[in-house]
């Protein structure tokens, strides 16, 4: 077996009686894009400040290369990082800002400035050396940083929700730029999100964390698809989930009853506590089809609201024990011009497109 | 269209008449008790005894003087220095602490600076003394054998007035390190930056307007001290405010008493100019 370029081992983080990270393994790869993907006070952060050195693990050990990174002092790890918030130094242009970690390698002076214009050309700054940070917009303020962040060559590069005081639209513009950034230099980056479309757009794989653990890590199609856990299934994508009764389960396969009385076979089935006796269905709102007559699989549902979203449609329904699901269908589908508000109607769906969680 | 314009210039003009009215008696109190006992000490000071220099000549070109101006300076200049270099470890903690305890701490500092000046400074006195408790806790330790001379010295004047002045190069700090986010700190860590260098190259430039405004205001503040030196020091090492204190009370010489008291107005003048050009906290950085 080969050794991971990175290795995350066992990483737990308690302060007092809170535990912010319970239990955190993860190789990455050298050149991956690896996303935390999760909500705020998941461990996603945590996990990141301690591979940079700001805090130690009450646990765990972190291998860069096969060497363990623990015992080296945050300014010795040559690791990059770009914050969420600006952290350019104010009192700097942006030359001497990119400049600053090759001035306390005591980098020479010509080698310096050629190694500033290329960073800054790598984040299309050129010709900005001069320029105070106050200055800038926030957009070229983080990417300044990271042209601070590269400019030494680092193995790693961490980024702690960069984009999250920006825009959505120079969101999208920056994401497209660190897309380029990382194929072009091909650093390993760590990014940190909460953002679900922002780690599909990026990465190479996600890691998703929940409560201090990563409850999955995959591509984003293979999260979207194949959802280990509840929490992934409704984290990535839009998703419903409904209540049914597991009748038995064999082979990672259920048969299950659904609060309309139809019993669906071939349900995907993921462990959860063995032996309960109701699960959670996980519908995408894509996958389903509506019909004004009942046609194979499914639920009764009544129509409660159409939303026009653009390229597709938005319905929510309600079934009979008053749940709510939505569907989305595709601009100009033929259903949408038979049925109206507060119309009966008919939801179906192949069960091997869903997934039960026990 | 004309009547609102006239209603609008009608109420402005209120409003610019009305705001002056309430600067005036301020202003009275300015001119009356502060620029004309000014000019008038201006007056004296080129017009006592005899018309002309002479008192400047005098103040500026004997050296019993230049020894007082140099006692001033060097005081004003070792108070200052050595307030900024303990003031400063003190303001980071305050700015770093949790905001419980920090308000506890500016509490005994601010209630210190409330305290009658008169009463701490003969408390130096005593604790300054041959037989002070200074003193005999050094010799009990075994750092001295004979207790050092504290008071009635430039020792003492130096220790009595940084204790005095502490404040006011903690207060005005704390603001700007608390404006420092920790996370630049950190983003320097990470460009290799080790503890000292975060320090020189980050956090000392950047807290350098806040160092800059409270050692001004203290340096000031001590060129024209007089209750501290006047109290601790002796009387062979006198400094400015006592000379002007001497020649109007003891010697009854308003003209050297006006143009010593007028050169130290002079140089606090140019330094608040100085900061003005350099340091001007509204400027961009």
């Given at each position: 077996?080969?050794?991971?370029?990175?290795?995350?081992?066992?990483?737990?983080?308690?302060?007092?009686?809170?535990?912010?990270?319970?239990?955190?393994?993860?190789?990455?790869?050298?050149?991956?894009?690896?996303?935390?993907?999760?909500?705020?006070?998941?461990?996603?952060?945590?996990?990141?400040?301690?591979?940079?050195?700001?805090?130690?693990?009450t646990?765990?050990?972190?291998?860069?290369?096969?060497?363990?990174?623990?015992?080296?002092?945050?300014?010795?790890?040559?690791?990059?990082?770009?914050?969420?918030?600006?952290?350019?130094?104010?009192?700097?242009?942006?030359?001497?800002?990119?400049?600053?970690?090759l001035?306390?390698?005591?980098?020479?002076?010509?080698?310096?400035?050629?190694?500033?214009?290329?960073?800054?050309?790598?984040?299309?700054?050129?010709?900005?050396?001069d320029?105070?940070?106050?200055?800038?917009?926030?957009?070229?303020?983080?990417?300044?940083a990271?042209?601070?962040?590269?400019v030494?060559?680092?193995?790693?590069?961490?980024?702690?929700?960069?984009?999250?005081?920006?825009?959505?639209k120079?969101?999208?513009?920056?994401?497209?730029?660190?897309?380029?950034?990382h194929?072009?230099?091909?650093?390993?980056?760590?990014?940190?999100?909460?953002?679900?479309?922002?780690?599909?757009?990026?990465?190479?794989?996600?890691?998703?964390?929940?409560?201090?653990?990563?409850?999955?890590?995959?591509?984003?199609?293979?999260?979207?698809?194949?959802?280990a856990?509840h929490?992934?299934?409704?984290?990535?994508?839009?998703?419903?989930?409904?209540?049914?009764?597991?009748?038995?389960?064999?082979?990672?396969?259920?048969?299950?009853?659904?609060?309309?009385?139809?019993?669906?076979?071939?349900?995907?089935?993921?462990?959860?506590?063995?032996?309960?006796?109701?699960?959670?269905?996980?519908?995408?709102?894509?996958?389903?089809?509506?019909?004004?007559t009942?046609?194979?699989?499914?639920?009764?549902?009544?129509?409660?609201?159409?939303?026009?979203?653009?390229?597709?449609?938005?319905?929510?329904?309600?079934?009979?024990?008053?749940?709510?699901?939505?569907?989305?269908?595709?601009?100009?589908?033929?259903?949408?011009?038979?049925?109206?508000?507060?119309?009966?109607?008919?939801?179906?769906?192949?069960?091997?497109?869903?997934?039960?969680?026990? | 269209?004309?009547?609102?314009?006239?209603?609008?210039?009608?109420?402005?003009?209120?409003?610019?008449n009305?705001?002056?009215?309430?600067?005036?008696?301020?202003?009275?109190?300015i001119?009356?008790?502060?620029?004309?006992?000014?000019?008038m000490?201006?007056?004296?000071?080129?017009?006592?005894?005899?018309?002309?220099?002479?008192?400047?000549?005098?103040?500026?070109g004997?050296?019993?003087?230049?020894?007082?101006?140099?006692?001033?300076?060097?005081?004003?200049?070792?108070?200052?220095?050595?307030?900024?270099?303990?003031?400063?470890?003190?303001?980071?903690?305050?700015?770093?602490?949790?905001?419980?305890?920090s308000?506890?701490?500016?509490?005994?500092?601010?209630?210190?600076?409330?305290?009658?000046?008169?009463a701490?400074?003969?408390?130096?006195?005593?604790?300054?003394?041959?037989?002070?408790?200074?003193?005999?806790?050094?010799?009990?330790?075994?750092?001295?054998?004979?207790?050092?001379?504290?008071?009635?010295?430039?020792?003492?004047?130096?220790?009595?007035?940084?204790?005095?002045?502490?404040?006011?190069?903690?207060?005005?700090?704390?603001?700007?390190?608390?404006?420092?986010?920790?996370?630049?700190?950190?983003?320097?860590?990470?460009?290799?930056?080790?503890?000292?260098?975060?320090?020189?190259?980050?956090?000392?430039?950047?807290?350098?307007?806040?160092?800059?405004?409270?050692a001004?205001?203290?340096?000031?503040?001590?060129?024209?001290?007089?209750?501290?030196?006047?109290?601790?020091?002796?009387?062979?090492?006198?400094?400015?405010?006592?000379?002007?204190?001497?020649?109007?009370?003891?010697?009854?010489?308003?003209?050297?008493?006006?143009?010593?008291?007028?050169?130290?107005?002079?140089?606090?003048?140019?330094?608040?100019?100085?900061?003005?050009?350099?340091?001007?906290p509204?400027?961009?950085r």
């Open positions: 077996m080969t050794q991971p370029f990175l290795s995350i081992r066992g990483i737990r983080k308690t302060y007092g009686q809170v535990t912010a990270v319970k239990n955190v393994s993860l190789d990455v790869a050298q050149g991956e894009f690896m996303t935390f993907l999760g909500p705020s006070g998941s461990g996603k952060s945590t996990t990141l400040y301690i591979l940079a050195g700001f805090q130690d693990p646990d765990g050990d972190i291998l860069l290369n096969g060497q363990s990174l623990l015992s080296t002092p945050s300014h010795k790890r040559n690791i990059g990082m770009v914050f969420q918030r600006y952290t350019l130094f104010p009192h700097l242009t942006v030359g001497e800002n990119v400049a600053f970690p001035r306390i390698r005591r980098v020479g002076q010509a080698e310096i400035a050629e190694r500033v214009k290329k960073a800054l050309k790598l984040v299309r700054l050129e010709g900005f050396e320029r105070k940070p106050a200055l800038m917009s926030g957009g070229q303020q983080q990417r300044v990271l042209a601070r962040a590269l030494y060559n680092p193995p790693v590069l961490l980024m702690d929700e960069p984009l999250s005081a920006l825009d959505k120079l969101r999208e513009e920056i994401q497209f730029e660190i897309r380029r950034i194929q072009e230099t091909g650093v390993t980056i760590l990014y940190v999100t909460h953002d679900q479309e922002e780690a599909l757009r990026l990465s190479d794989r996600i890691a998703v964390f929940s409560q201090g653990e990563i409850d999955q890590i995959g591509t984003g199609p293979e999260l979207y698809a194949n959802p856990t929490f992934v299934a409704g984290f990535i994508g839009d998703s419903n989930f409904i209540n049914a009764e597991i009748l038995s389960s064999a082979d990672g396969k259920a048969k299950l009853s659904l609060p309309g009385g139809t019993v669906i076979d071939g349900v995907p089935m993921h462990a959860g506590k063995a032996g309960g006796k109701s699960a959670s269905l996980l519908l995408r709102p894509e996958r389903l089809s509506l019909s004004s009942q046609v194979g699989n499914g639920l009764a549902v009544t129509i409660n609201d159409i939303t026009f979203l653009g390229n597709n449609i938005e319905v929510s329904t309600l079934t009979g024990s008053g749940e709510s699901l939505s569907v989305r269908l595709p601009f100009g589908h033929e259903a949408i011009s038979s049925i109206s508000r507060g119309d009966q109607a008919w939801l179906s769906f192949e069960p091997k497109s869903t997934h039960a969680f026990a | 269209m004309v009547l609102s314009a006239t209603t609008d210039g009608g109420q402005r003009s209120i409003r610019r009305g705001s002056f009215g309430y600067v005036v008696p301020a202003l009275l109190l001119a009356f008790f502060f620029i004309i006992p000014v000019l000490l201006l007056m004296r000071s080129v017009l006592e005894p005899t018309p002309g220099l002479q008192n400047y000549q005098e103040l500026l004997s050296t019993t003087y230049l020894r007082v101006f140099l006692n001033t300076f060097t005081v004003a200049g070792l108070v200052t220095v050595v307030a900024v270099v303990i003031g400063f470890p003190v303001a980071w903690l305050l700015a770093i602490m949790p905001d419980k305890w308000r506890l701490v500016m509490a005994i500092i601010v209630l210190s600076m409330w305290t009658n000046l008169l701490r400074t003969y408390a130096w006195m005593v604790l300054l003394q041959r037989t002070g408790v200074v003193n005999k806790m050094l010799i009990s330790l075994g750092i001295i054998d004979k207790p050092l001379a504290l008071v009635n010295n430039l020792v003492g004047v130096t220790i009595g007035m940084t204790y005095i002045m502490l404040p006011f190069v903690i207060l005005p700090l704390i603001g700007i390190l608390k404006s420092i986010d920790p996370a630049i700190l950190r983003a320097a860590a990470l460009c290799g930056a080790n503890k000292r260098q975060c320090f020189t190259r980050v956090l000392l430039p950047l807290s350098l307007p806040g160092i800059a405004s409270g001004l205001m203290v340096f000031v503040m001590s060129l024209g001290y007089y209750v501290t030196p006047a109290l601790l020091g002796g009387t062979s090492n006198m400094m400015l405010a006592e000379l002007v204190a001497q020649f109007v009370q003891s010697l009854v010489n308003w003209g050297m008493g006006g143009a010593a008291a007028l050169v130290l107005l002079l140089v606090t003048m140019v330094l608040y100019a100085i900061q003005l050009k350099f340091l001007n509204n400027r961009v």
